[in-house]
């Protein structure tokens, strides 16, 4: 399942080179174009969901895994004193491109970064 008009399928098909932080079987992660701090990142499965409710749930278990491995990742590379794990569904909740996706943002006390939570 791929969507031609989307950047995120064009990105998982290698037709847009992006350097990928993680990547498996169905899900690769790339840091975001507008970081919210540094090390912004995001995962994204491999085949076109448009939210994170059309993600199959046979992949929730797989999903973790990599938010885990990215996440544990860049509080070493970063020297996070926290994460934030984000999933914007929907245009109302500022998900911008229809593709599903998680954000993981390192965090740190001093970084002055809003949350909604």
Known sequence: MENQNCIFCQISQNKIPA???FDDENFFAILDNKPKTTGHTLIIPKKHYKTMFDLPTTLGNELLDAIKKVSFNLIKKHKAEGINIAINTGAAAGQIVEHAHVHIL??????RVYTIV
């Open 19 to 21: 350097d990928r932080t």
């Open 106 to 111: 390192p965090r740190k006390r001093s970084d």
